[in-house]
């Protein structure tokens, strides 16, 4: 099963009937009542855990410490954009010296994206004009997009931030940035970041879980506080200052990922935890 065990009881109740033995893959943190601690503690053969947050927030809630594996997603260290940062700058209107921040995903509430747009309107203020000019692309879509271009016109940013909608080569709009933020109140390990720090971006996310176990503070990037725009814009201010830190964070991230991350490390986890379920 892939999520978490509310959102697959009913497999973990079918392995009680049927006897066959259950493994779940958690992928992100959330509260289980009562009912479902004591069904995945009986019932739930192990639990592949994305993150060592993830891990201890089950078993702060009851479940068996014995259960709960940690393997960190992997990324195919192969992967490539397919359309040049070139293109995708001149496609969405910005320019070779602009400095563009940018970020992807599903825009619902746990992503915060209006943090994002809270944190670009500092920008705006504290710059004034002077240096490059900063542009925000937003990659993605969902239930939030109304409210967050909303946002945009109130703050009038109108000019400089890009809603590109859903995006199926998202690894070539996140080659095509120079910072990359991830706002989320809330990830499991957000393969988005793996993306960026293979893609030598540097990163800026919220210290949540997840995030705070991929990014380095002050060496692949900047770890801020949830729902503080302002820290955001420190953070992103400093990266926009120096072209030498922005290429030193990105460099580092990428040396992490190609040493931790491998799509093969992650092969290897998962297989071994099906043999001993199977053993």
């Known amino acids: 099963m892939n999520n978490q065990p509310s959102s697959n009881l009913e497999g973990i ?6 006897g066959i033995p259950a493994l779940q893959h958690s992928r992100i943190e959330t509260c289980l009542n009562p009912f479902e601690v004591k069904a995945v503690n009986q019932w739930l053969r192990r639990m592949i855990c994305v993150s060592e947050d993830v ?35 001149k496609k969405w209107g910005v320019g070779e010296d602009d400095i563009l921040i940018g970020t992807v995903g599903s825009l619902m509430r746990r992503k915060r994206i209006e943090d994002l747009i809270s944190a670009m309107a500092e920008l705006h ?18 239930p939030e997009m109304d409210n967050l271009q909303r946002e945009v016109v109130e ?20 080659n095509a940035m120079d910072i990359f933020v ?4 809330k990830e499991g390990l957000p393969r ?27 060496q692949t990037g900047f770890l801020v506080p949830v729902k503080k725009p302002e820290i955001m814009a420190d953070a992103i201010l400093k990266l926009i200052a120096s072209a030498d830190l922005r290429k030193k964070f990105g460099q580092n991230g990428k040396t992490m990922v ?10 290897s986890g998962v297989s071994k935890i099906f043999e001993e379920v199977l053993a």
């Open 55 to 89: 891990r201890e927030s089950f078993v702060e809630q009851g479940i068996n410490a014995s259960i709960c594996d940690v393997v960190y997603n992997g990324i195919d260290q192969n992967t490539m954009p397919m359309i040049t940062a070139s293109e995708i700058r």
């Open 125 to 142: 203020r504290r710059v004034k004009g002077q240096g490059p000019r900063v542009k925000v692309i937003i990659v993605g879509e969902g």
């Open 155 to 174: 703050k009038g940013l109108q000019g400089d931030v890009i809603f590109t909608g859903f995006q199926n080569d998202a690894i070539s709009y996140i």
């Open 258 to 267: 190609l040493e931790r991350f491998s799509i093969g490390s992650y092969i």
């Open 182 to 185: 991830l706002p989320s109140e």
């Open 13 to 18: 109740i079918a392995s009680k009937i049927t």
């Open 192 to 218: 988005v970041i793996l993306e960026a720090m293979l893609m030598a971006k540097p990163v800026v996310a919220c210290d949540t879980t997840g995030s705070s176990e991929l990014v380095v503070d002050g």
